[in-house]
């Protein structure tokens, strides 16, 4: 079974940078697509980007110029730096992975199907 | 960006009811949909992908339907560990997009 555990600082200042990082278990980190998505609290699921095992990145343009998404294949790692936090960074953050499957019609789905549990991130000085 | 709404953003419902979730995109999707369960302070689950196939392990009272840009999820006699938000999205095109969620709450 894979799972998927979120570690880092549960507060960061203003202006400085989130940094956290996703060890993956129960399988290999070099296939599929490695994703960060976060909720505010009491809000909805933001996707904030992939990285594929090869390093290739995908980014939402709402947070392109702060984003970083690194993976560490040695490790069975991927990481999310999020530079010039405020307030508005404050929420949970979610790595999950896009496992893919095909369907009916031979059509490959690259999902999300596994999560972690989460952590909350509280940008406060 | 591709727009997900779904309808509606809540809803009452008693244990055995068929209750209906729908989840609409601002343009053609085919069928590049997903749906999750979130409870209260827990992770998303995968419920759906592909729009109608069931995840590993997802029970068959879940059910997924459409294509293009309408959606629903249905299920088909709500059980008490059914209540709980329920997020569809999309993943035809990036950024992946999610609904505002659909609160189930018990009658």
């Known amino acids: 079974q894979v799972q998927l555990q979120e570690s880092g600082p549960g507060l960061v200042k203003p202006s400085e940078t989130l940094s956290l990082t996703c060890t993956v278990s129960?399988?290999?980190?070099?296939?599929?697509?490695w994703s960060w998505i976060r909720q505010p609290p009491g809000k909805g699921l933001e996707w904030i980007g992939y990285i594929y095992y090869s390093g290739s990145t995908n980014y939402n343009p709402s947070l392109k110029s702060r984003v970083t998404i690194s993976v560490d294949t040695s490790k069975n790692q991927f990481s999310l730096k999020l530079s010039s936090v405020t307030a508005a960074d404050t929420a949970v953050y979610y790595c999950a992975r896009q496992g893919g499957a095909y369907d009916s019609s031979g059509y490959y789905h690259p999902s999300i199907d596994y999560w972690g549990q989460g952590t909350l991130v509280t940008v406060s000085s | 960006d591709i727009q997900m709404t779904q309808s509606p953003s809540s809803l009452s419902a008693s244990v055995g009811d068929r209750v209906t979730i729908t989840c609409r995109a601002s343009?053609?999707?085919?069928?590049?949909l997903a749906w999750f369960q979130q409870k209260p302070g827990k992770a998303p689950k995968s419920l759906i992908y592909a729009a109608s196939s069931l995840q590993s392990g997802v029970p068959s009272k879940f059910s997924g339907s459409g294509s293009g840009t309408d959606f629903t999820l249905t299920i088909s006699s709500l059980q008490p560990e059914d209540f709980a938000t329920y997020y569809c999205q999309q993943y035809n095109s990036y950024p992946l997009t999610f609904g505002q969620g659909t609160k189930v709450e018990i009658k």
């Open positions: 343009q053609g999707i085919s069928n590049y």
């Open positions: 129960g399988g290999s980190i070099s296939s599929y697509y």
